[in-house]
């Protein structure tokens, strides 16, 4: 059963495209919630150590813990109070006792959160010290510990009586934990006997093998070539630098890197095709053990999304082609060459735009690109900016890229590393995204209902990204500006919106044909991926037959039906955002409601409520609108 209990607490590395952060519910009872943080590319300088760091400059972990002596206590607390679960193993029969279990359960998932947390945001600091490594450690075993006592929970519960269970769901001693007890009845058709679930508690560890053996083809195995640079220097081409080089101006270095890497896979690609069809093949062992109709659908049960999100996502984006292919369009005019390649997607339309913005300045616009979300959000965004709850620079050791974290009875804590440039705004804007919308989720919300799911997870962040470069368009005098402004929000969709998109559908694809009980061999998925390619750029774009490769690189395929996410998550964000900016407080109030709903519903219905329905295509179809006006935008400053 998917637990919304335990919340923020073990973060793993997960590189997206534009937008990355996410909270998935766990997999079992009482694992803790997995956090992706966003990875953003940020240029090196001049690096500090961590004690140089100004003290303003660094977020306030005492208000986690007020010292090293307070987490000991917790945790040595928290050791003895796991003992405890086990006087209510065998006596879940009745309101009484699971009220007393999910009360332990609660306060065992706070304490070992904010233990967490303490550790590893200190960790973070400076991923060398000793001490911090250490004591993550603890943390993550006694986490794994507290889960192992709580894991009879779920299956004792379900183990009852369906009449029972019904009576349990509307029995008023239990109001606080019905949607918790309706999940776990949701659940109960497609949960096995004991026997039978054992087994497939064993055959865990073998389901996880084509995604570790793919993590070991690319990341440890996959060498690729030197190529050369714009000056004719052999260089090294690796993952780090692919995307570098394909931003970069000079088009023979975008051309030399793109057939390196294709080639390189090219060369390996009947063990990644066996390796993704044995992903594919697990997945449909998982769907008809658990009497799932299909792959799509058992992914999408966990957060009880319809198919109809799924497949309307598709069809609103097919609908909306034209547009894409209107920006290829303008990309070719733009860099002026005569045939638009694959490799020339990611090359910067405007030459390099000087724009410098300390951190205090990103603060100041942050703030007032935020304005029409009212004073209630913006008198906690200021309470953030300015009650440390931020790690702003780059210090020696410092964990990489962004995010937002944080346990629940505490505000939250942003991680970035901060440069003074537009992207590392944005950056800022997205991360406090996330942070208010815990924070306004964990004060409205009882802990058990506060952690809002992955599929809502991005919708917060994007909103303030939409909000903040709306702002930034109208304020902008500058012909060259605005472009470089315009540049970036159109990559934001193209990236994030239809790149995603076709990801998706990919995987529908290919696990449609699996299940029709055709073969994936390299071929057939190398032509299912260059025809989605030719259809999503068309005319105006040559699709390299190199591109034709590209599945064999995408880590997200072995987390199946996960990159939708992205799709509706920017959907909703563009939905909001043009909602809030046309119809003022109306809009506000709602969109404060979604913040304040955190995982209190299913997903759909808290966004439906709010004013953003993902069960139709009318969210995509107002993201679409607005890619549009910024399309035309580009065509008028460049006519």
Partial sequence: MRSKRISRAIPLLLTGSLLAAAFPGSAAMGQPTLFYPDQRRIPMSTVMKRSEVPKEHTWQLQDLFPDQAA???????LKAL???????????TDAQHIKAVFELEDELSLQIERLYVYAHLHHDEDTTNPTYQALVQKAKKLSVEVSEALSFITPEILALPEQELDKLIDDPALADYKFTLQEIKREKAHVLSKTEEALLAQVGNLSQAPQQIFGMINNADMKFPKIKDENGNEVDLTH???????ENPNREVRERAFKAVYETYRKQKNTIAATLSA?????????????????????????????EVYTNLIDAVHES??????????????????????YDLFAPLVEEYKWEIPYEEAKKMVAEGLQPLGEEYLKVLREGFENRWIDVYENEGKRTGAYSWGAYGTHPYVLLNHKDNLNSMFTLAHEMGHALHSYFSDEALKYRDAQ??????????????ALLMDYL??????????????????DQFRTTLFRQTMFAEFEKLIHERAEAGESLTPQELSEIYYDLNVKYHGKDMVVDQDIEMEWARIPHFYTSFYVYKYATGF??????????????????????????????????????????????PQPIREAMSVFENVIEQMEQLTS
């Fill in 321 to 342: 082609l034209p547009l894409l292919q209107r920006y290829m369009k303008l990309r070719k005019k733009l860099l002026g060459v005569d045939e638009l390649h694959m």
């Fill in 71 to 77: 987490w000991d206590k917790s945790y040595n607390d």
């Fill in 452 to 465: 809002y799911t992955i599929f809502l997870a991005e919708v917060a962040s994007t909103t303030n990204e």
């Fill in 82 to 92: 796991k003992d405890n679960a086990s006087e209510f193993e065998g006596k879940l």
């Fill in 571 to 616: 959907s909703a964000a563009t939905s909001f955002s043009k909602q809030i900016l046309e119809e003022g407080k109306p809009a506000v109030d709602r969109y404060l409601g979604f913040l304040k709903s955190g995982g209190s519903d299913y997903s759909i219905n808290i966004l439906k409520k709010a004013g953003v329905d993902m069960s139709s």
């Fill in 240 to 246: 780090g630098s692919y995307i570098q080089f394909l």
């Fill in 473 to 490: 368009l109208k304020k902008s005098t500058d012909p060259k500006q605005k472009l470089y402004l315009l540049t970036y929000y159109a």
């Fill in 279 to 307: 992903n594919v093949n697990k997945n449909m062992f998982y769907s008809r053990v658990r009497k799932y109709p299909s792959v799509l659908e058992m992914s999408l049960y966990g957060d009880n999304i319809p198919k």
